[in-house]
C-alpha cells in the first residue's frame, strides 16, 4: 500500500523559495496510476489544491500560484517535490502531498485522492 | 476556476442524528466531486468518490448523491468518530477546488 511523507524546512524567510520533498514508500512513483498532488492548508482555514504532476512529467497548476509554483517528480529517489518561489506569510501554511488515481465507475473514470501524507507546516517569517 | 459552496459552515448533531451536507458548484461538473473528512490536526480523508461511490473500508452510514451542480453527503446516523469538518473536492476541470468545509461539532 502506497504511502506518503512530506519533508523539508519548518521555517522560510519572506521571498525565499519554499522547497518540499514527498517520498512514496510501498509503491513506485513511475506508477502510471497516480497524480502526484500538493494541497495546502493555513492553520484553521480550508484546502486549496496547488497543482498535480503525472508520472511522465506533465503537470497543472492552481492559476492562483502558477507563476511561483513548480511540481516535479524525481524517479531514482521515488520523491516528488514542491518548489514555491518568492514566498510571503500568505504562503504560511500546512503543506499535503496527495497520491490520486482513476477509478472506473459504470464504464467512466473518476478521480480520487485516495492517498495522503500526514501534512508538514512550513510558516513563512524572517 | 469552478466555486465550490457547502452548506451549512457548521452544524452542530447529537451522536445518531442523521446530518446532511451539501455543496453546490458554480458551473455543471457531471459527477466529478469526491467528500472527505478532516479531523484536527490529521490530512483529509476519502470518503466519496465519483459523487456517489463510497470508498472502500469507509462506513456504510455516510452515503452521497447528486450530479451537475447540486450534491449532498448524508450520514444516516451520526456516531462520535464523526465528529470532523468535511470538504467537497471537484475535479470536472483546472483548478481542482475545494469547498470552504462544514464543520460538524456536538450538540
Known amino acids: 500500500q502506497v504511502q506518503l511523507q512530506e519533508s523539508g524546512p519548518g521555517l522560510v524567510k519572506p521571498s525565499q523559495t519554499l522547497s518540499l520533498t514527498c517520498t512514496v514508500s510501498g509503491g513506485s512513483i513511475r506508477s502510471d496510476v497516480y497524480y502526484w498532488t500538493w494541497i495546502r492548508q493555513p492553520a484553521g482555514k480550508g484546502l486549496e489544491w496547488i497543482g498535480r504532476v503525472y508520472t511522465s512529467g506533465s503537470t497543472s497548476y492552481n492559476p492562483s500560484l502558477k507563476s511561483r509554483v513548480t511540481i516535479s517528480v524525481d524517479t531514482s529517489k521515488n520523491q516528488f517535490s514542491l518548489k514555491l518561489s518568492s514566498v510571503t506569510a500568505a504562503d504560511t501554511a500546512t503543506y499535503y502531498c496527495?497520491?490520486?488515481?482513476?477509478?472506473?465507475?459504470?464504464?467512466?473514470?473518476?478521480?480520487?485522492?485516495?492517498?495522503w501524507g500526514q501534512g508538514t507546516t512550513v510558516t513563512v517569517s524572517s | 476556476a469552478i466555486q465550490m459552496t457547502q452548506s451549512p459552515s457548521s452544524l452542530s448533531a447529537s451522536v445518531g442524528d442523521r446530518v446532511t451536507i451539501t455543496c453546490r458548484a458554480s458551473?455543471?461538473?457531471?459527477?466529478?466531486l469526491g467528500w472527505y473528512q478532516q479531523k484536527p490536526g490529521k490530512a483529509p480523508k476519502l470518503l466519496i468518490y465519483a459523487a456517489s461511490s463510497l470508498q472502500s473500508g469507509v462506513p456504510s452510514r455516510f452515503s452521497a448523491s447528486g450530479s451537475g451542480t447540486d450534491f449532498t453527503l448524508t450520514i444516516s446516523s451520526l456516531q462520535p468518530e464523526d465528529y470532523a469538518t468535511y470538504y467537497c473536492?471537484?475535479?470536472?476541470?483546472?483548478?481542482?477546488?475545494f469547498g470552504q468545509g462544514t464543520k460538524v461539532d456536538f450538540k
Open positions: 458551473q455543471g461538473i457531471r459527477n466529478d
Open positions: 496527495a497520491g490520486g488515481d482513476y477509478v472506473l465507475v459504470n464504464g467512466a473514470y473518476f478521480y480520487r485522492v485516495d492517498v
Open positions: 473536492l471537484q475535479d470536472y476541470n483546472y483548478p481542482h477546488t
